[in-house]
């Protein structure tokens, strides 16, 4: 029995630690592909993804959920 739970907690905390570093990346990436289409939109250009999506990519939970919140 003790050798399961050792397992499982293992795996949990290998899971949370994936969560952790891929929210973070994702989070920057977003961060930085705001600054890149706002650029884009600055300079008179069509920029994807649209004004509907673009205040998304500043905030967090896009990053940790894995997709914009379209309010």
Known sequence: ??????VAKAVL??????????????????ADL???VMT??????LAIPNQRVMHTLKEFGPAFFG???LR
């Open 40 to 45: 884009i939109t600055e300079a008179g250009y």
């Open 13 to 30: 905390l290998g899971l949370l630690a994936t969560q952790i570093i891929a929210t973070l990346h994702v989070y920057l990436s977003n």
């Open 34 to 36: 705001y600054r890149t």
């Open 67 to 69: 997709g914009p919140s």
């Open 1 to 6: 029995m003790n050798r399961i739970l050792y």
